[in-house]
T-cell receptor
Framework: KAGVTQTPRYLIKTRGQQVTLSCSPI?????VSWYQQTPGQGLQFLFE???????NKGNFPGRFSGRQFSNSRSEMNVSTLELGDSALYLC??????????????FGPGTRLTVL | GEDVEQSLFLSVREGDSSVINCTYT??????LYWYKQEPGAGLQLLTY?????DMKQDQRLTVLLNKKDKHLSLRIADTQTGDSAIYFC???????????FGKGTSLLVTP
């Protein structure tokens, strides 16, 4: 079974631009979560989508948004990019067998550099 | 303080056992995870343990959980140079699918 895939793997943008990252979950997985990884802050939860609805949200500004499609694929968007948005963005998928939590499997990440 | 804490570095000799420790604060955490990250890669799920278990063994990996002290450890037997990586401890938060991660323990295995 194929793992979680993320595209693109690398992105370079300039301040003020916007960016869209894509995540395809493991086949059959219906929940997609997004995380930001930086050297200073470590791994931080952005949001989780299930059945095309945002179910959980971390403590990030409104410039960070996402959506999920009917085939469970998800995209996240960052508008008005800032230098501090440079990070590895990781997507994780899970079966969501319970409403509380379930095992999450991560993709390889998208490395975003903001110049 | 941090929700999940880990020591930052560990160095062991090839063939020895490695023990990586983690403490967490949220007593409602039901799943506790260990992930491995190699340079330039995403997170690889190594193993996980439910909060109602004390121990889980999976080949070279042994996870011990002391729920009273909120302490989790990962033991890697017969550590190999290919085990050199950053190891993250994670606990599910009381808000559900958000995972709280430690800062990661960088394991260096020397020949």
């Amino acid at each position: 079974k194929a793992g979680v895939t993320q595209t693109p793997r690398y992105l370079i943008k300039t301040r003020g631009q916007q960016v869209t990252l894509s995540c395809s979950p493991i086949s059959g997985h219906r929940s997609v979560s997004w995380y930001q990884q930086t050297p200073g802050q470590g791994l931080q939860f952005l949001f989780e989508y299930f059945s095309e609805t945002q179910r959980n949200k971390g403590n990030f500004p409104g410039r960070f948004s996402g959506r999920q499609f009917s085939n469970s694929r998800s995209e996240m968007n960052v508008s008005t990019l800032e230098l501090g948005d440079s990070a590895l963005y990781l997507c994780a998928s899970s079966l969501r067998r319970t409403t509380f939590t379930d095992t999450q499997y991560f993709g390889p990440g998208t490395r975003l550099t903001v110049l | 303080g941090e929700d999940v804490e880990q020591s930052l570095f560990l160095s062991v000799r090839e063939g020895d056992s490695s023990v990586i420790n983690c403490t967490y604060t949220d007593s409602s955490s039901t799943y506790l995870y260990w992930y491995k990250q190699e340079p330039g890669a995403g997170l690889q799920l190594l193993t996980y343990i439910f909060s109602n278990m004390d121990m889980k063994q999976d080949q070279r990996l042994t996870v011990l959980l002391n729920k009273k002290d909120k302490h989790l450890s990962l033991r890697i037997a017969d550590t190999q140079t290919g085990d050199s990586a950053i190891y993250f401890c994670a606990a599910n938060s009381n808000s559900g699918y958000a995972l709280n991660f430690g800062k990661g323990t960088s394991l260096l295995v020397t020949p």
